[in-house]
């Protein structure tokens, strides 16, 4: 197994305070690793350090095998990014700063920006500037330009803020595509789970600056677990028919009005007649099963630990 990015103890202190605190993390070679956790829990961070746009308090960063010093300039040519907003030429349009970025790099292909546009679906903004375009747009111009110069790795933060459905699913099948054609090394994070779910290869989840665990895909869907979810009037009521009348004590109340009923033995069917037969408004009986979500929040919330 070939990783491209490995950090070795990644720490780094803002004001006497460590908010990245030994984080190891393996990025395998031609995967897609989604990063998640919540909001200021490190992942920008993270990224950061990994780029170079922030120096670390301790540890070491290998990139390609390489470890980052503060003369790896080489190194950066592989990759493209996404970290935050991305930022532009404001005046100029989004071919002007396409072509700004191709002499920084110093690659030299004329006919890289008409591919680029094409694949992002930028296709007829000559002339328009980039302070006119939406935020949706500014963040295609920010995935044309990471890809732009065919990087080995793309390195990418929260690169679908902004989008409609549409956009979502066509920036989906881009990474998808690179990472399956093309063997690139994708770290992505999202605060959009189903996206990540439908990608991803591996998963990295960070909380308040530690990495929690590393876990592929594969082994997230084999532990999914099939449930009944029931949308009723009166909670305390249906909690009454489930563990007096139906004898079910494997299921969880998660508000007011919503149960989850995890016992396999019960149809949804069957699950409704005794509802019904005692006088309990059900509003929807769904046949689901456990989600990225759901097991993201397990690990967030203490309830799942990996080493």
């Known amino acids: 197994m070939s990783f491209i990015i490995q950090t070795y103890n990644l720490t780094k202190i803002f004001n006497g305070k460590e ?9 395998e070679k031609g995967k897609i690793y989604g990063f ?20 670390p308090t301790a540890g070491e960063i290998e990139m390609f095998g390489e470890k980052l010093t503060n003369t790896s300039y080489e190194i950066f040519k592989r990759l493209g990014l996404i970290i935050e907003y991305p930022i532009f ?37 000559e002339g328009k500037e980039v302070k006119d375009f939406s935020l949706g747009m500014k963040q295609r111009l920010g995935l044309a330009r990471a ?3 065919k ?9 679908i803020n902004g989008l409609d459905p549409v956009g979502i699913k066509e920036f989906r099948e881009i990474f998808k595509m690179l990472s399956k054609e ?5 770290l992505i994070s999202s605060h959009i789970l189903s996206e990540l779910e439908q990608i991803a290869d591996t998963i990295g989840v960070i909380s308040e600056g530690k990495l929690i665990t590393e876990v592929s895909m594969e082994n997230i869907k084999g532990e999914h677990v099939e449930f009944i979810e ?23 109340v998660l508000d007011q009005h919503l149960i989850r009923i995890y016992e396999s033995g019960f149809t949804t069917n069957e699950l409704s007649k005794a509802f019904v037969l005692n006088d309990v408004d059900i509003e929807s ?5 456990s989600t990225l979500e759901d097991y993201f929040l397990k690990l967030i919330n203490g309830e799942k630990r990996y080493v």
């Open 19 to 27: 908010v990245i605190s030994n984080v190891n993390l393996k990025v």
């Open 36 to 55: 998640l956790g919540p909001n200021g829990a490190g992942k920008t961070t993270v990224m950061k350090l990994i780029t170079g746009l922030l120096k």
């Open 89 to 125: 030429y404001e005046k100029l349009t989004g071919r002007e700063n396409l072509e700004l970025h191709c002499k920084y790099m110093g690659f030299h292909n004329e006919n890289a920006i008409d591919e680029v546009l094409k694949l992002v679906n930028l296709q007829g903004i």
């Open 147 to 149: 890809i732009i110069t």
């Open 151 to 159: 990087p080995e790795l793309l390195i990418l933060d929260e690169p």
């Open 182 to 186: 093309y063997g690139v090394t994708i």
């Open 230 to 252: 029931v949308q009723v009037k009166d909670v305390k009521k249906a909690s009454y028919v489930l563990d007096r009348i139906l004898n079910i004590s494997n299921f969880k």
């Open 285 to 289: 009986v769904t046949k689901k099963q």
